[in-house]
């Protein structure tokens, strides 16, 4: 790919609704890891909008672009439930009052934590939010989205919101993070590391990734790309005729 044309392409896909839209939907994404491993017909159907997501959102907005937050819509309601929410809302899934103030506590809650808040500004102010990347691995092009590029300590860094920091490490496996990783360190050329909070201990944890890690997800990233070809690149197959065999 020459360089002037990627640029366009990374150009364009700065943008949430490319990215996220019909444009970016023609490179696979660590996103896409799932569907792929578990119901491949169902690739490109668009996730189903839930309050966690919406939560999530505005913690890394509120951290890394924060002249964003206006484009939120905050209703003081207990719950989703009552007439004014509903009245307010106007059929939309819209934050309550006191889950932004829960999230709110979290921010300040790690960006009062010195390693967390120079690993996030960057000692000298060398770093990137909300990067797009792309390049072919494994023979299919693929993109992603860095929340930050610290270009000091060399390190692609990855917010987390955990129910459980204890139990980070198995989550990390059971959400794709490993083949996240094992992506992102492709696209950007740097180590990742998360960046965790726990939603109720508000414990922070830093977790870098081992080579067993990124081997866990190089292994899913080719079973994906497997079902992927399979499935959509492959004019012998006939998705119909597909189903599940194993013995219980």
Known sequence: MEDANKKEILKMLELDKNYYG????????????????????????????????????????????????KNFKIIESTTRNTKAYKEISDGEICLLQHEVDKTELLIDKMMSNDICRDLINGASGNVDYEVPGIKKIEGHMWKGKADIINHDEKLIIDLKTTADISKFQYSARKYNYDSQAYIYQKLFGYEMVFMAIDKTTHQIGIFDCS?????AGKAKVEKAIEAYELFFKNPDFDPKQFFINKTL
């Open 211 to 215: 080579t067993q890690f990124l081997e």
């Open 22 to 69: 019909d444009y970016g939907k023609q490179y696979l994404s660590n996103s896409d890891i799932s569907t792929l491993l578990t119901n491949p017909l169902a690739l490109g159907t668009p996730l189903e909008n839930r309050p966690a997501f919406l939560i999530g959102g505005y913690f890394h907005t509120a951290i890394l672009e924060p002249e964003k937050l």
